[in-house]
């Protein structure tokens, strides 16, 4: 198990460095830049490109309801330079905790990487941050995320952190107009009673 406390700094795999944080409201803009480029690059979101993004405002509150919330978070990883927190966003990672006494020790994990950053190590950086920030959660016992029956090399990522297959969700998603399954992951997180 790798420990990656937030805030972190460090470099790539490349030797480039690289800065992991909590994303908060004054990030609303770079983090919808960072969305708007990822679900145009690449086919594995469930969000297309089509779809429509929120606007600046409400992703400040949706940012903001992250940071507040016990169960939720979102890593954002940056290059590091002035002015600080200013850069583009090149990689993000975000828990989402059920909001009812049932699921609140539930969260949804997604994530996504610039294309011209893959292959760096961020995605794993990210992935190692989110889970040492989960195993600390006073609430949180598991990580579920879904992960496209196609996207192979995400799978593998998140085999290699704990996660386990859990089932297929059968043509779940739709892309140019043929359906493909989505396979459903989980890793159990903190606590004495985890
Ligand atoms: C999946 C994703 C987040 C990985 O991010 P990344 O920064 O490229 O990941 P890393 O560089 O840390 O690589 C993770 C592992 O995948 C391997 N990998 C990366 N790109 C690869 C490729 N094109 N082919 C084969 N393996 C690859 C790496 O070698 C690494 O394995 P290792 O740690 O054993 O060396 C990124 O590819 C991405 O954003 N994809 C599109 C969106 C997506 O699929 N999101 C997940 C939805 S469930």
């Not at 490349?14 to 086919?43: F, K, M, N, W």
């Not at 975000?94 to 909001?99: E, I, N």
């Amino acid at each position: 198990m790798t420990l990656f406390d937030v805030p972190w700094r460090g470099i790539d795999r490349l030797g480039q460095p690289l800065e992991l944080r909590e994303a908060g409201r004054r990030d609303a803009a770079r983090y919808l830049e960072h969305i708007a480029l990822i679900v145009a690059e690449t086919p594995f979101m469930l969000q297309s490109a089509a779809d429509p993004l929120p606007d600046i405002a409400e992703q400040k509150d949706i940012l903001e309801e992250y940071a507040r919330r016990e169960n939720c978070v979102c890593i954002v990883a940056a290059r590091p330079g002035p002015p600080p927190g200013k850069q583009p966003i090149i990689g993000s990672i975000t828990l989402v905790g059920g909001r009812g006494r049932r699921t609140a020790h539930a969260a949804d994990l997604s994530m996504g990487v610039n294309r011209v950053a893959w292959g760096r190590g961020i995605g794993g950086v990210l992935l190692d941050a989110v889970l040492t920030w989960a195993r600390a959660s006073p609430m949180l016992r598991r990580v579920s995320l879904s992960v496209y029956s196609e996207n192979r090399v995400a799978a593998a990522l998140y085999r290699s952190r704990g996660f386990a297959e859990e089932g297929a969700l059968r043509r779940y998603a739709k892309w140019d107009g043929r359906y493909d399954d989505l396979i459903g992951m989980g890793v159990a997180v903190g606590g004495p009673d985890a």
